[in-house]
Every structure is written in C-alpha cells, then in structure tokens.
C-alpha cells in the first residue's frame, strides 16, 4: 500500500478515502481566473509561487500580496469560511487551497505576513523552521482546518522524532493529514517514512518537487531532505476532534530524542525565510 502520489494537481477526501482532508494547487496559466463555491469546506489560501492575487468572496474583494517561492519569503494567507463564492485571479504562478469538511461558517480573515508566526524547532540536525498560518494557537476562526508549512534545510530531518495521530493504539488525538512538497534546486529530491505498529505498512518513498503524501494512519518520520536540496512542505490537518488540535504521539521507541536535544545548536541556517 502506498499513500505517495505523484504527478497529481489535488488531493480530495474521495481520493484519499477518508472525511475531512483535501488540498488543491492551482496554477494561474491560460485561464487567469479560478471561480468556485465551497459548499461544504472551509479553506485557507496559501500562495506558493503567486503574486497580486485577487480573491474575491462573496462579492468582497481582497488581496493577497503573496511571494515568488516558498523558499522565497513567508506569505500572507486568507481563510474563506464554508458556503462561499470565490474568485481568484493572477497573472502567474501557483497557489494551494487546503480545505476540510466543516458545516460550521466561521468569518473571512486576512493575515499578512508580517504577523504569521514562525517557529524554530529541534535542534542539530533535526533543526527546521515552521510557519504557523491557521494551526489552533495562531488562528482561532477555523472549525476544523490546521495549516503549516515547513522549511528543512539540506541534510536535516523534520517530523522527528516520528509521531502520529491515528486515534489508535491508546493514541488520543485523530487527525487526517497531507503533505504537499516542492523541493529547492532542478531534480532535487528528499525522502518520507511512514510506519504503522503492525507493520502493515512501512515505505520509505522518495520525494520529488510537487509530490503529495497523504496519512491516514500510523507513525510518520523522519523526512529529510537531501544535503544538496532544501526542502518544503505544506501540511494540511482535520479531524473528527470536537476542538481543533494538532497534538500527536511520539513513537515510544524514538520519544527519547527530545530530551537529547538539550544543549545542541539550532542550525545557524534558519530562520530560511521570512516575511521580507
């Protein structure tokens, strides 16, 4: 069994086969104009590689200042409540809509880049920078939806230790998750493990720029990023929890590590980006 996908533009609960989860990439190409309604989803706009978007919602305009890479800068980002008629427009480049299954209609919010949240994490060479944009203790408005985005430079590991959130196993904490890469450099390439207790699954899967791994279950970690080609990902996160969270469970075997990162240094590479 293999949840890695590749050459694929989204990621809907149907095709994941679980609930609330879903992410779309959309480029700006020929048709510099996405219009669609969101019946049933709440969705956060996450520029990757866009600029000057327009996002209209619900006849509102707003605009999103966005960036020219992930590797680029931090960017501003906009939540769109569910039941909503959208528009966006640009001249180029590409955005993600991450998106889950919520009944609940929250408000329009825009947060510039200026003000999103970034946090180092780990240390060594498991250092990595993490950019809070709608997780439960950076933005409050969302129902269900928790997003991120990940920086790890050459040669580092991020989702270290290895961690879950299954609701199995004594686990408490269920959320659906994906990741959607791109990788820094031509045919850059990194890797993503991913591990059930049973051992019904355990791959090992090697990761292009533009791949998506989606995790319905078990342990995931590390993912590294080779010494040549630094590397991103986005994570999106739902679940059936009555309160957004996303708390996890380390793997006992490795939940050590932690503590060993007393007294190493923070790869003096991060911050990789900001909101400049």
């Known amino acids: 069994m293999s949840w890695h996908f590749k050459n694929k533009k989204s990621i809907s609960p149907a095709d994941a086969g679980w609930t609330y989860c879903g992410m779309r990439i959309h480029g700006f190409g020929v048709e510099k104009t996405l219009s669609t309604y969101f019946a049933d989803e709440e969705v956060v706009v996450v520029p990757l590689s866009a600029e000057n978007i327009t996002v209209t919602v619900d006849a509102v305009e707003y605009l999103l200042k966005g960036r020219s890479s992930v590797f680029d800068s931090v960017s501003d980002w906009l939540y769109i409540p569910v039941g909503s008629k959208v528009s966006l427009s640009a001249s180029a480049g590409e955005i993600a809509l991450c998106t889950a299954k919520t009944s609940v209609r929250g ?34 408005g969302a129902t269900k939806i928790n997003v991120c985005e990940v920086l790890t430079p050459g040669g580092n590991w991020s989702s270290w230790p290895p961690h879950k959130h299954d609701g199995k196993d004594g686990c408490p904490y269920t959320n659906e998750e994906i990741y959607y ?16 207790s049973d051992g019904s699954v355990d791959e090992t899967s090697t990761i292009k720029d533009g791949d998506f791994y989606i995790v319905p279950q078990g342990f995931h970690g590390p993912t590294a ?15 059936p929890n009555p309160d957004r969270t ?17 007294g190493e240094e923070i790869d003096k590479r991060l911050p990789m980006t900001g909101a400049k």
């Open 225 to 239: 990023a080779a010494p040549d080609y630094a590397m991103y990902f986005l994570n999106v996160l739902a679940g």
């Open 107 to 140: 408000e329009v919010f825009y947060r510039p880049a200026i003000d999103v949240s970034i946090e180092i994490r780990g240390s060594g060479r498991a250092s990595r920078q993490v950019n809070n944009i709608a997780t439960p203790s950076s933005f409050m």
């Open 246 to 262: 996303m708390s996890f469970c380390d793997d006992p075997a490795h939940a050590w590590i932690r503590q060993s990162w007393t």
């Open 181 to 196: 890469f791109k990788i820094q450099g031509q045919g850059g390439e990194g890797l993503f493990h991913c591990y059930t």
